[in-house]
Each structure stands twice: as structure tokens, then as C-alpha cells.
């Protein structure tokens, strides 16, 4: 007879203490043409990281995006073609992408070839001269993603609660109409280029294997010959949350609903700040939160529930976001707000926040080290006229919150009064259940 054996029960280790937030050496010149230089010292491998945040608010959506798409795609002195390879050449390439507060040009290259790189960035934002081949090309292809994007509930949800959010303001639409990107033509691009591309107000950051001077150096012998007689736009600031009824968008058939919260949230330099980050951290912010642990592992209602702060220029705020089988969609939803009311009235446990801190903390490190990651973090701060020291006093301001404050911010912003609430589902199945919980308005 064999004698069963009972694994016995390990108790995990305490975690240890959190380390002292340790910033990088850095320095900052701004050019005579406006352009602020921002150089990092992370010596981990021999590359260096660049990021150029140049301000684009308030442009045509489908022109912004275009222009984007296209800016890489030749110059008056290099074809899209010789631009890949010049960058090859040095272990690099570059990248565009635009969003409502910004165009971004990225990229990376081995540190011989940091000159090189920043040649060929002035080289296009001094001379991209658009062909009309690339142009077509490439409104196609953004056509067809935007297309493929337009059939996802994730995108369609997002586009209803961006709407819903926002009203008038310039960030309730971010994604074009194909028959906008389609009636975009090269002379179009020109003219906003030679408008909105320019050097005032961006900033231009390396992240590497450098020296922070050297770096400044080489960024403005590449780059102060980039002028621009163009000015910022600015965007006016996003409006306050209007709660009301809970918007139902119709998608006929779909087996599953996409759940969409959106709740006030602050600016990184609020002091509400980091106890409202312990506290979506403690709702769903991080995978022991309480609402994953409820819809997820106690209940399976959905996979991976998630809520986080996102801040833009003009405003910031709290989006949750589940996707739900469709027969529970209205029971999915009465635990969100459950798990929203209850944080809201009841302060958390000590254990609980602590643990939250230990993440909130941790990441912070995370996100500092690797060079691409620094790189964004750095950049995400200077466009909303932060740098790397506010690090230190956002990760004081952390360890030093009280149970007291996070139930306070909890009360504050995620009361579910609060909150603007958007369903993507089948409307025929899921209206009844929904109805029950609150009121429901059908797009």
C-alpha cells in the first residue's frame, strides 16, 4: 500500500524592500530655432533611442494621419528607399505616428550612427517633399487598415465612448473616415507640413549609451537648420464627464459585449494623483485587483478586465474596459459598479494598499530600464512640460499615501455617479438586462 503524500504548504517570502529611485544623468538644451534637446545617459547596450514630439493639435484627422503615413516617404535629396538603407547603414530606422496633441517621429540606431540618424531626420522635416506614387501607396494601405479597424468591437466601442466623452472637442474623433484619408492628395501634405511642422515647441529626446553633451552637440549641429514659420495650436481643455443614461450600441449577432467605463481622473502634477493611481490600481488597475479577481476568477465572465489613467495635454481620465460574453453582459456589469462603489465608500485595507504601492512602485523602475522604454517615458513627460526629476516626487508621493488618501480619491472620482458608461453588444439580448440596472439610450 502506498502511503499518500500531502505537498506541503509554502508560505511565499515577504517582498523586499522597494529601491531608491535612481534617475539617470541628463541634460537639456533648447536651440536658437525653439526645439528642446533632451539627452539621457542609459548605458546598457551600445543603441541610442530617439523621440521627437513635435505638437500637432486640432489638424484635419484624415490630413494629420496621411502626413504621417507618408512623412519617411522621400526628399529632395533622398528616395524612401535610400532613406531605409542610409539608416541600415548605421543599425537604425525611423518611424511616424500621430495622435490628437502630437506627430511623433521614432526611432533607434547603434551610437557610431547617432549623427547619420539625425542628419536624416533633418533631412525630412526640412525637405519631405511627398511623391504622388507613395502618397497612393500608402493612402491605400491606410484605407485598409482603417477598414479592418472599423470591423473590431474594440475600436467601435472605443470610438462610441470617445464621442460620448468628449462631444465637440477634438479628441472625440481619432480615427478618419476611408473617404477623408481617400480625397487626401500630395499638395495637401506640403502645406501642412510646411504649417505644423516646425521646431517650435517640440521636443527632440535620446535615450542611450551617450554623452549628454555630445548628444545635445550632435542634435543641434543635424538640426538647427530646422525653421518653421508656422505656429502651435493649441487645444482647449477637454471637457468634464457628463454622466447620464448608459449608451447601448447596437452590433447584431456579436456573441460577446464590450464593456466601456470612463470616470474623472487629474493630471500627473495633481495631488490627487498618485492615491488616485493606488486607487484604480486597487479596482483594476493590475491583475489582484478586485475586479479582475471578481469577473475573472471568481465569476469568468471575461479574461483580462483592465482600467487605467490616460493622459493627454488637454485633460486625462479613467477608462475600464472588459469584454464580456453576451449573456452575461448586465451581471458583468453590475459587479463594475459594484466593485466601483464599494472602493468608493469603504476604505481599502492596509494590505491591500500596500501591495498596490509595491506595483505602482515597481513599475516605475520597470519603466526606466531599458533605453525604449525610458526613451518614452521621458518624452510622454516633456509633452506636458515634465521632466525625469518628477519621477522622484511622483514615487515620494506614492510611498507616502495613506489609506485615508486613496479612500478619499476613490470617493472623489470613482463614485459610479460618476461614470459615463458605454455597451457594444447585440441590443435585442442584452437591452433587457441592461435596462434593469440603469437607464439605457440606444445609439
Known sequence: MTATVEPAQRTLPPLGPTRKLKLPKQAER???NGLTVIAVRRPAVPLVELRLWVPFGRTHLARGAMLAQTI??????????QIAAELQKVGGGLAAGVDPDRLMLSGASLVSGLGRMLELLADVLTGATYPGDWVETERDRLVDRIQVAQSQPGHLARTALLKRIYGRHPYAVQTPEPDQVRAVRPPVLRRLHAERVHPAGAVLVLVGDVHPD????AAEQALSGWKGDGQAVELPPA???EPGPLLLVDRPGSVQSSLRVALPAVPRTHPDHAALQLANLIFGGYFSSRWVENIREDKGYTYGPHSLV???VAGSVLVAAAEVATEVTGPALLETMYELGRLASLPPKEEELEQARQYALGTLQLGMSTQAGLAALVSAYAGSDLR???LAEHAARLAKATV????EAAARYLAPANA????LGDAERIAPSLAALTSVETA
Do not use: I, M, Q
Open 404 to 407: 485615508g488618501d486613496v479612500a
Open 72 to 81: 519617411l516617404s522621400g526628399t529632395e535629396t533622398h528616395t524612401a528607399t
Open 388 to 390: 525625469l526629476d518628477f
Open 214 to 217: 555630445r548628444a545635445l552637440d
Open 239 to 241: 471637457p468634464a464627464l
Open 310 to 312: 490616460e493622459h493627454s
Open 30 to 32: 533648447t536651440l536658437a
Open 420 to 423: 459615463v458608461t458605454v455597451v
